[in-house]
């Protein structure tokens, strides 16, 4: 599982424009959550299986976006936990 966290400017386009970037790759992500916190957009995207490369692809995809100021990555079983996964499952 692969955690993608970013940050965005309140813009009402940036978590569709963010959602694309999925999208066009064919990916559903397991969760998304979104939440306006400091002026920021914080959001939290988690992915089940991708590879690490295929997982950096897409962070750096998403760094390059106007609306995005900063993007971070996790990887394994630790992002689930972190996440709240656990709950979404049940």
Known sequence: MHRFR????PDPQSLPRIAGVFAQRAI????MRMELRNGFLQIEVA?????DARAAVIAAK??????VVEV????GEEAA???GMESLAA
């Open 62 to 67: 998403l760094g390059e976006m106007f609306a």
């Open 6 to 9: 970013i940050d965005a400017l």
């Open 47 to 51: 992915v089940a299986g991708l590879d």
């Open 28 to 31: 559903v992500p397991s969760a």
């Open 81 to 83: 936990a972190s996440f």
């Open 72 to 75: 971070g990555l996790d990887g």
